[in-house]
């Protein structure tokens, strides 16, 4: 090997001393910076690298300018796209180094580890291994139990406690990667960690790894053909745990026989996009590291690593609105190599940087370090890999599909608005929606904030590594996200066990344009409606079905069919809740409550749906009909009470009880002779869910419920407690508030049951504060846009309407 001589393990060597071997930690910038440093001293005329091989013509791709670490090779079985594995890389990986250092250099590069064939048919019917994280590559496995981790041997773990050190990643950065790589013998380090690992292999054989018998025995066969073909002149970069292994001397017929009768299963493989948060060992990765980003940094900058990155977090820190200043750098970085001479560290390391941060430029709280952490010390790196790699025909639908609309995957948690009056946000909520139906999870639909609307939609957004597998597996489905969808849409259609299922289904195909599914969905709906006769199914189905009635509007879609679907429905709730209703217990009863709800806004729904197959009498009918089930709900003793509670709140909403008739009710289930326990059931029915303001409002109410708590017996209260706390424990802080002022007034000041409202709301002025109402006035015309000129006239027409209308709301801030 040119420019190389004497002998010894991963060190300097003659003609036929072997190979050089080179063993790192995975993801560790000092045995990166070192690979980089050996290579370019021994110049070997091949790179055998720790992998599995039929990625070997995956790696011209690494030189392609779009690709951008981090990547990682994914494997999955042909015939189960499930059954999956990733072979990680960071910019600051070694293997990734070598590589890189063989393209550049003109050099082959070649994988030697076992190959992914026999890696994905292995964990087949037995649990998966993780390998020790002293400087071995595993597959990032998918599909594998959680292995036994008192069974393993972690390496670094060893050679930390062994040297005194209570933490192996404090020990690693002190012995390597805040140390020179060798500049005098760029083949040192490599040397001794060959000698540490060699001692481990002695005492603790394969450390628990059993399988890597078989890896090591691939890899020295792969080794011994590199030096036939290169005369010897070859560079081996893996694991250093492999080291000692590969320098054993055994014979090819005793490796073979190791390898004989491996299971396989066709498997293709790729480069994908990977995060630094996927490299972090939280992620359940076996190979791990705790601290990415900060890694990443460490192999980046050119020099002065700590001023840099306390740069970098005053940076984030400032982006966050904290008041930091160069200063707080200049004595964070003071006060970071201080603590590393006071510990005896050759360099500030992740420890001291983080102790430093936390008491200058977060006056010692750990808020501003969990920032720092998820941000930098980890990171949302997301890698890029080239059109041109390898890919199912699904996923380069996705692409072309995500390049139409505009919307890049990203690893870091975003928030995506969507108005669906706009040509691009339909489609970008169509294609959100079918991932879904995909059960490729890219994106979650949360609640908009400052808008209820159905044209606009809100999306949680965040791409995860393991979705490139979702996307495998989706690929049976078909080659586009439509066709895709559509199949799986019909399959689980076919396949649902509960008619729910069924109606959730038909609002999905609806959000995700799925026309050709839709009748498919309809056909099974219809069935599994006339068989089902279990009234709880019937209203859990219904709100999910009238819901897709909206979209016919906002997407254009034809609902016809689920109108008359939706009808049909709703008179068999109507026909079968009342006997359903009856003699139920206390969870049941909660439970039913919940579908009267759902049943009620149901109804609302379908009522309001102009231009359906049902005309404006059938939805007034629906509306009649279900207000008499109120009715009757309302009146029958065998129905519980927190059931005719909320049946007597529905109808006075609806206008369809008075609040005479209302209080009338409540005062005879207030009366001393129902149960306590059967009162509290009904006022939790009648005022829970937001009924606070109805208790504010309404004074006779409120006094009903005052005299009847307070009469409740001793013995009797605290089993009446519990459900009076759950329900007062919903209203909001001012309304809680405004009761307890009322209260405190005392029951004088209260009408009864049967007396005439005063004049006014207690606890508020009889008229309009005109000077608080006034108080306002500046603010408003600022929102309004109101010139000088014209905000004298319009502050007292303003201020008028603020304290006719608002004055309540004056009284709450009061």
């Known amino acids: 090997m040119a420019g190389t001589e004497g002998s010894g393990g991963g060190g300097r060597r003659g003609p036929g001393a072997g190979p050089l071997l080179l063993g790192v930690r995975h993801h560790g910038p000092g045995s990166a910076r070192a690979v980089r440093a050996a290579l370019a001293a021994a110049r070997p005329k091949v790179v ?95 599909d594998a139990p959680e292995p036994a981790p008192d069974l393993r041997v972690d390496p670094l773990a060893v050679l930390a406690e062994a040297a005194g050190y209570d933490d192996p990643e404090r020990w690693w950065e002190d012995v390597v990667e805040h ?60 694991g250093a745990w492999h080291v000692p292994a590969l320098r054993q001397k055994t014979s090819v017929a005793a490796d073979r026989a190791l390898l004989k009768g491996l299971p396989k299963v ?52 400032r982006e966050e609105d904290r008041i930091v200043s160069p200063a707080h750098v200049i004595e964070a970085v003071r006060l970071a190599e201080t603590l590393a001479v006071m510990r005896g560290r050759p360099l500030a390391g992740l420890g001291e940087t983080t102790d430093a941060v936390r008491a200058v430029m977060g006056d010692g709280s750990d808020v501003p370090l969990s920032l720092v952490h998820d941000r930098l010390v980890v990171g ?36 995506l608005e969507l108005d669906l009056r706009k040509e691009t946000d339909v ?105 089902d006769t279990d009234v709880g199914h019937l209203a859990q189905a219904l709100p999910a079905l009238v819901r897709s009635l909206r979209y016919g509007d906002v997407r254009g879609t034809d609902t016809g069919a689920l109108t008359e679907v939706a009808a049909g429905l709703a008179e068999r709730v109507f026909v079968g809740l009342p006997p359903a209703c009856a003699a139920l217990d206390a969870d049941a009863a909660e439970e039913m409550r919940g579908h009267v709800d759902a049943v009620h806004g149901a109804v609302a729904l379908l009522g309001d749906a102009p231009g359906r197959d049902i ?54 289930v207030l009366s001393p002779g129902t149960p306590p326990a059967d009162a509290a059931a009904w006022v939790e029915g009648f005022v829970g869910g937001g009924g606070g303001l109805l208790l504010v409002h309404d004074e006779r109410l409120l006094g009903l419920v005052d005299a009847w708590l307070t009469g409740v017996p001793a013995e009797a209260f605290t089993d009446v407690l519990p459900l009076l706390r759950r329900t007062f424990s919903s209203y909001e802080p001012g309304v809680r508030r405004t009761l307890g002022e009322l209260v405190r007034r005392g029951p004088g000041k209260q009408a009864g049951a049967g007396a005439t409202a005063g004049v006014g709301i207690p606890g508020f002025g009889a008229e309009s504060d005109a000077g608080r109402a006034d108080a306002v006035v500046p603010v408003l015309r600022l929102l309004l846009g109101l010139d000088d000129m014209a905000g004298n006239a319009t502050g007292h027409v303003v201020g008028n309407a603020v304290g006719n209308s608002g004055n309540e709301l004056v009284g709450v801030a009061g």
């Not at 060959?194 to 025995?217: I, K, N, Q, S």
């Not at 890919?391 to 690893?411: F, G, M, T, Y």
Request: glycine residues 8%.
């Open 179 to 238: 140390r020179g790589v060798g500049e005098r013998d760029a083949f040192a380090p490599f040397t001794a960690l060959e000698e540490a690992m060699g001692a481990l292999r002695e005492t603790y054989g394969v450390g628990g790894h059993d399988r890597d018998l078989v890896r090591e025995a691939y890899m020295r066969l792969q080794v011994r053909a590199a030096q036939r073909e290169f005369e010897d002149d070859v560079a081996v970069v893996c």
């Open 48 to 142: 055998l690298i720790e992998g599995p091989p039929e990625a070997d013509a995956l790696i011209p791709l690494a030189a392609d300018e779009d690709m951008r670490p981090p990547v990682a090779l994914l494997a999955h079985a042909v015939d189960e796209p499930g059954r999956s594995a990733f072979w990680p890389l960071a910019e600051f990986s070694p293997e990734w180094v070598a590589i890189r250092w063989a393209l550049e250099h003109e050099v082959p590069a070649r994988f030697i580890d076992l190959p992914a064939i026999h890696t994905l048919a292995w964990g087949r019917d037995e649990p998966t291994e993780d390998e020790p994280t002293g400087g071995e590559q595993p597959p990032h496995r998918t």
């Open 615 to 668: 005309p404006a009498a059938g939805h007034g009918a629906l509306r009649s009909r279900w207000r008499a089930v109120l009715r009757t709900l309302s009146a029958r003793d065998t129905v519980p009470g927190v059931i005719r509670g909320r049946a007597v709140r529905l109808l006075l909403d609806e206008g369809e009880l008075g609040a005479d008739e209302a209080a009338r009710l409540m005062g005879l």
């Open 380 to 415: 949302d790196v997301l890698g890029e890999v080239p059109p041109g790699a390898p890919a199912v025909p699904l996923q380069r639908d996705l692409d072309r599909s995500q390049r139409r609309l505009r919307i890049k995957p990203e690893a870091l948690e975003r928030e």
């Open 266 to 317: 066709k498997a293709e493989l790729t480069w994908v996009p990977w995060t630094h948060r996927r490299l972090s060992r939280a992620s359940g990765y076996g190979a791990g590291i705790d601290s990415p980003g900060w890694y990443g940094h460490l192999f980046g900058a050119p020099d002065r690593p700590v001023e840099r990155w306390m740069t970098k977090v005053a940076g984030l820190l």
């Open 427 to 531: 489609g970008r909520s169509t294609l959100l929606h079918r991932l879904r139906l995909l059960r490729v999870e890219w994106g979650e639909p949360v609640a908009s904030r400052g808008s209820t609307g159905t044209f606009r939609e809100t999306w949680r957004l965040r791409w995860e590594p393991e979705l490139a597998v979702r996307v495998a597996e989706a690929g049976v489905w078909g080659t586009t996200v439509l066709a895709a969808a559509t199949a799986k849409a019909e399959a689980d259609a076919v396949g649902a066990r509960h008619l729910a299922d069924v109606t959730a289904l038909a609002e999905h195909c609806l959000l995700a344009e799925l026309p050709d599914a839709l009748p498919v969905v309809m056909k099974v709906l219809a069935d599994r409606a006339a068989l």
